[in-house]
């Protein structure tokens, strides 16, 4: 076997790997004899067929196995010996490989192309400040977190009548022309019903001081002229709720208001567990911005983290190897052409720079992670989980127990490590090159990603 090596420029080179027959014959044979043993076959005891017929039926694809494993584990091995830093995978030369016969069992010579990582130089003192905004904590901020409690703790109480605000559950059944109940027509019974999702004026004027045990008519389609609220009332398929059409009658048998949970102990221990410290409203409001200041820390990074990678990609001078990596996107991804490769480049051209530059940063700077680091964050995510429903004082043991959980599932537990080592080069990048504190309102914020 003889493996070469030929430079096209910087970025592009092309390995040569020469099988000579002996490099996989004896394996071959041995391969054979086994089918050999282990065949069964009409007219012959098994393991007694004859080894020519074995070869005739089973030497091509032996012999292709083989040499593609062989192929396969050799330039693999050249690879890390030579210390080539590839990007993507090798692929086939299209202009210097030839068709391989492996019925011949004669000597084949396997050509790659190869794309190559370019070289890398971050100069920290060339790029400058990145912002990092902080979200300014203000009174409105701390108002609709706690509004968001006095909702997910409220409760609907029984009404006398329609208002603008209530919700009523009631039948919808399908009449004709005449207000008659049509026959064979839909008919759905308990069906929550909001006034709020009403568009039509003339329907929520219907609606607006009716009681229970009202009777309602009206087109549902024409009252909130939405497809698919509709077909959620009348409980149809979306692709069938074309074909319905005309008024129905909607028989009113409950009305609710929705009152939001009082700012008092009661809330407090249902926010934070019976034995929580928080006993006014005043340590309630000073309790939310503590909580707010720590949670729209991960705005912050995220947007840091944005900025950064436009900032590098942009002072980073980087040349790719474009055409090979083009190409292997298309053939290594199914149903995707390579019109739709050259329109989407761009965006896969500035992921890869950054990926190559954080690795840049994680080598030079010798960023490691520990298995403590992403148990760390898989507890974290497990506490913001809980907080997403309420739960904002879980037992240490739950949050264990649920960040093992998480930890089980090898390709979520490789993305938190790999966020991990992200975090740990956007810390760098805060270090090295400083940033530029920008203390915005929660609005301004939001208005950066609509730029």
Do not use: C
């Not at 040499?67 to 080539?84: F, G, H, M, P």
């Not at 210097?96 to 990582?117: H, N, P, T, W």
């Not at 009152?259 to 410290?277: M, P, R, S, W």
């Not at 911005?289 to 590098?312: A, C, G, H, P, Q």
């Amino acid at each position: 076997m003889r493996i070469s090596k030929r430079s096209i420029d910087d970025l592009n080179v092309v390995v040569s790997i020469a099988i000579e027959k002996q490099d996989y014959e004896a394996t071959v044979n041995e391969t054979l004899k086994d089918y050999r043993k282990k065949a069964n076959m009409p007219g012959f005891r098994k393991g007694m067929v004859p080894a020519g017929l074995i070869k005739k039926m089973y030497g091509k694809s032996a012999v292709a196995d083989e040499v593609n494993k062989l192929i396969s584990r050799e330039l693999t091995k050249y690879i890390a010996d030579e210390q080539l830093n590839i990007l993507g995978e090798p692929l086939p030369s299209l202009k210097e490989q030839s068709k391989i016969d492996f019925d011949s069992s004669a000597d084949m010579e396997f050509v790659f192309d190869l794309g190559l990582s370019p070289d890398i130089n971050v100069n920290f003192n060339s790029i400058g400040k990145i912002p990092y905004y902080q979200i300014d904590i203000d009174d409105q901020l701390i108002d609709n977190q706690i509004q968001g409690y006095t909702n997910r703790f409220g409760e609907n109480i029984a009404a006398d009548v329609v208002g603008e605000k209530e919700t009523t559950i009631g039948d919808f059944v399908q009449v004709d022309e005449a207000g008659n109940i049509l026959d064979g027509g839909i008919s759905s019974l308990n069906v929550q019903m909001s006034v709020q999702l009403i568009h039509d004026e003339s329907v929520k004027a219907m609606f607006l001081g009716a009681k229970v045990g009202d009777v309602l008519k009206f087109n549902p389609k024409t009252a909130l002229q939405n497809d698919h609220e509709v077909a959620h009332l009348l409980k149809v398929k979306d692709d069938e709720i074309d074909s319905v059409s005309g008024d129905f009658t909607f028989t009113i048998h409950t009305i609710n208001t929705f009152v939001a949970a009082q700012i008092d102990e009661n809330l407090f221990k249902k926010i934070y567990g019976e034995e929580t410290e928080v006993k006014s409203s005043e340590e309630l409001r000073e309790k939310v911005r503590t909580e707010l200041e720590s949670n729209l820390v991960y705005s912050s990074d995220y947007r840091f983290s944005i900025d950064s990678k436009e900032v590098f990609t942009k002072a980073v001078s980087m040349k790719l190897p474009e055409d090979f990596l083009k190409r292997w996107l298309v053939e290594t991804n199914e149903n995707v052409t390579s019109e739709q490769i050259e329109g989407e480049f761009g965006h896969f051209k500035t992921d890869l720079e950054w990926t190559l530059i954080k690795s840049k940063l994680v080598k030079e700077n010798e960023i490691r992670i520990e298995e403590s680091d992403i148990t760390e964050m898989a507890r974290e995510m497990a506490r913001m989980q809980f907080q997403q429903y309420g739960m904002s004082n879980v037992p240490d043991e739950y949050l264990d127990n649920y960040a093992s959980s998480i930890l089980q599932n090898k390709e979520q537990k490789q993305k938190m490590a790999e966020k991990k080592v992200e975090d740990k080069v956007l810390e760098l990048i805060k270090e090295k090159s400083g940033i530029d504190l920008k203390k915005v309102t929660q609005k301004e914020f939001d208005d950066l990603f609509e730029k």
